[in-house]
C-alpha cells in the first residue's frame, strides 16, 4: 500500500514536471514569434520540413525520409497555430510582402530599357 502511493505520488510529480516543461516550449515559441527575426526562423525551420510539399519521390526510403520531414514540420506548425495564430498570420503577411518586394525589383530590372541595372554591370 505505501509503496502504491509513492509510486503515486512520484508519478503526479513527473507529470507535472512534463506539464511545465510543455509549457516553457510553448512560452519560447510565443516570444520567438514576437520578433521579426524569430518569425523568419521559424519559417525556416517550417520551410526544412518541406510544410506543403508533396513527399512522395518515386523511391521507398526517400519518401519516407521526406515523410519524418514533413511530420516534423506539421508538428511544429500544430504547436505555432496553438499558441501564437496570430503571429503565423503576420509571418506569412510578410513573407508576402517580401516576395512581392522580390517581384517588383525584377520586374525592375527586367524592365522594357533594364537601363536602371546597366550602369552598375558595367562598373559606372
Not at 57 to 75: H, I, K
Request: net charge negative.
Amino acid at each position: 500500500m505505501e509503496n502504491e502511493r509513492a509510486i503515486r505520488t512520484a508519478t503526479n510529480r513527473i507529470k507535472a514536471f512534463q506539464s511545465a516543461r510543455e509549457k516553457e516550449i510553448d512560452e519560447a515559441l510565443a516570444a520567438l514569434m514576437q520578433h521579426g527575426q524569430g518569425r523568419r526562423f521559424v519559417n525556416w525551420l517550417l520551410t526544412l520540413g518541406r510544410l506543403g510539399a508533396n513527399p512522395y519521390s518515386g523511391q521507398a526510403l526517400s519518401t519516407m525520409f521526406n515523410c519524418g520531414e514533413l511530420n516534423v514540420a506539421q508538428r511544429v506548425l500544430d504547436r505555432l497555430l496553438r499558441v501564437a495564430p496570430d503571429q503565423y498570420i503576420k509571418m506569412l503577411k510578410e513573407l508576402e510582402n517580401e516576395r512581392n518586394t522580390d517581384n517588383a525589383e525584377l520586374a525592375r530590372a527586367n524592365g522594357p530599357s533594364g537601363d536602371e541595372y546597366a550602369d552598375a554591370d558595367n562598373g559606372g
